[in-house]
């Protein structure tokens, strides 16, 4: 079938490669219509590698995803020919550890879309369990079905920070992930999420969600702001979302006594990490890996309105320009949030 290949570092192809994908009795076969460019998609097109995770040989790209189911395994119970879905992209043991203590997405076996070795969704079709494909609402698009997968990391974020409700929030980064983190902290309870980054586009549209106030650290100090909005006392929750090494070593400055950080953004490189200053606020710190047990909760929220990822989706390419849309996505203007590809118009 004919796919976005990553054939090496820096050099992509839009052609047919060999997949073959048997229907097990709970599978679906789903025709892929929307994928969304992740960072990883575009790190691994950079860099060819994200830590142990190395491509080796010509490998599919993505894994945000929604489409339609086209067959279904004999065994299917929950999902009809015909019903549009997102599809969560990791596969794990079954049995093992992991999974059966509840933390699926910890089990190292498994199988994720477009992580070496296992190809992506940039192609026509897949075959997926029943049990990681999830009807669309009637009200969710596509698109917005394809950005659940984001949803879903911040989401999980939110679920680690155990949000009170009226908590005030800092989320560092206005990127995809450091979007949708805010607007599932404000889902989750918290009264305000003060954002930061250094472009001004990204903070204007966050302020746009909802009450998410914008602050350009490269113009302003945060540690001031977060004074003035908590008269002195700081915020209950940091969620590191930007991944820079910077702005994840100083997340302390601005955390309240007793409060909780959560780490979204994965470094390019080891942080500077206070201790002393974590330990005098007897703060708690989370991390987060993906996800585990979110989507429905996600598309709920969705479906119902309380939750809008549709300003975020600033950028679609039709999948005959899926590396047009890469080198786009490569150098992102400051404007730009997330680039999708659209690959069928059903």
């Not at 052609?15 to 025709?31: F, K, M, Q, S, W």
């Not at 189911?69 to 549009?84: A, N």
Request: charged residues 20%; negative net charge; proline residues 7%.
């Amino acid at each position: 079938m004919e796919a976005l290949v990553l054939e090496r570092v820096g050099q992509l192809s839009l052609r047919d490669i060999p997949v073959y994908e048997n229907l097990g009795e709970y599978d679906v076969r789903i025709a892929l219509h929307t994928v969304g460019v992740c960072g990883s998609d575009v790190h691994y097109y950079q860099h060819g590698r994200i830590g142990q995770f190395i491509v080796r040989e010509p490998m599919i790209l993505g894994h945000e995803a929604s489409g339609r189911v086209i067959e279904i395994g004999s065994s299917v119970t929950t999902l009809k020919v015909g019903d549009r879905v997102c599809m969560e992209p990791g596969i794990p043991d079954p049995n093992s550890k992991a999974t059966r203590l509840g933390i699926y997405n910890l089990d190292p076996a498994v199988r994720f879309w477009a992580t070496p070795p296992i190809h992506g969704v940039l192609r026509p079709t897949v075959v997926h369990p029943e049990a990681f494909t999830f009807k669309l609402p009637d009200t969710v698009s596509f698109a917005e079905g394809a950005m659940v997968e984001p949803l879903a990391v911040g989401m999980h974020a939110a679920n680690k920070a155990q949000i009170k409700p009226g908590d005030v929030a800092v989320v560092m980064g206005a990127g995809p992930i450091g979007m949708v983190t805010a607007l599932a902290a404000l889902a989750g309870g918290c009264s305000q999420v003060i954002m930061t980054d250094v472009q001004q586009p990204k903070l204007d549209l966050a302020a746009s969600l909802g009450p998410i106030l914008p602050v350009n650290v490269a113009n302003e100090k945060l540690v001031d702001v977060v004074a003035k909005v908590t008269d002195g006392w700081g915020v209950d929750i940091v969620f590191e979302a930007s991944g820079n090494a910077k702005a994840a070593a100083s997340v302390f400055e601005v955390l309240s006594p007793a409060g909780r950080v959560v780490y979204v953004g994965m470094p390019g490189e080891p942080i500077a990490y206070d201790v002393v200053a974590a330990q005098v606020k007897e703060a708690r710190i989370e991390h987060v890996f993906r996800y585990a047990h979110v989507y429905p909760k996600a598309l709920a929220l969705m479906g119902s309105g309380r939750l809008n990822v549709r300003p975020l989706i600033t950028d679609t390419f039709p999948f005959k320009d899926s590396i047009t849309a890469f080198t786009f996505a490569s150098k992102m203007p400051p404007s730009s949030v997330k680039v999708q590809i659209a690959l069928a118009n059903f």
